[in-house]
């Protein structure tokens, strides 16, 4: 059961752990007219399922989308209603509070992603190694499966420690400001 929850869950997450190609070159590959992989760039990265930048998001407990769902469902991010303190007009109190939310995001994001980089390191390290069987592959890609769960809920629960913040014409000042609605 956990199994098929991973494999119907991950690819909503367009998380980190995915790994993301060349669209022009697996469009070409697709119709047959290149027999390079679309993959093929990415051969040198130390991390294969990561790139430098996703790596840096990660170190730097960035929200990589994770958040889609509230964001864009009307539930602000705490990090965008803190840039936007003058156009939502948020009090004193209620900028110290969202920064309260950010700091915890950021301090539990950026643990989350270095067990996450190293979980996938270890991953490829095993392919790299060829020291890596059937088990092994099972209990990590779980592993990294959790640890996307968890970082995506850390992003989702800071918005929604944040919109509880908000009045609702600060909502509405957020969905205008950020193109959602008119």
């Known amino acids: 059961m956990r199994r098929l929850l991973f494999a119907l869950l991950l ?3 367009g998380l980190p752990a995915m790994a993301q190609h060349n669209p022009a070159a697996h469009a070409a590959h697709l119709a047959g007219t290149s ?12 991390i294969k399922a990561l790139s430098k930048e ?8 960035e929200g ?19 840039e936007m303190t003058d156009e939502l007009r948020l009090t004193r109190e209620q900028v110290h509070k969202l920064d ?12 989350l992603g ?4 190293d979980a996938e390191r270890q991953l490829d390290t ?3 190694t060829r020291a890596i069987d059937a088990a092994a592959i099972e209990s990590q890609s779980e592993r990294i499966g959790l640890l996307n769960g968890k970082l995506r ?10 919109s509880a913040l908000l009045t609702p014409d600060q909502v509405a000042r957020y969905q205008r400001a950020r193109g959602y609605s008119r």
């Open 114 to 117: 270095g067990n996450l980089i």
């Open 11 to 13: 690819p909503c997450f």
């Open 35 to 46: 027999t390079t992989s679309p993959y093929a760039d990415m051969v040198g990265r130390p």
């Open 126 to 128: 095993g392919f790299k």
């Open 153 to 162: 809920a850390v992003h989702l629960k800071a918005h929604l420690q944040a």
């Open 64 to 82: 990589m989308g994770m958040s889609l769902p509230a964001e864009l469902n009307a539930v602000p991010g705490p990090v965008h209603a803190l």
């Open 54 to 61: 996703q790596i840096d998001d990660l170190q730097a407990g």
């Open 100 to 111: 309260a939310i950010v700091k915890a995001m950021r301090a539990d994001a950026i643990r």
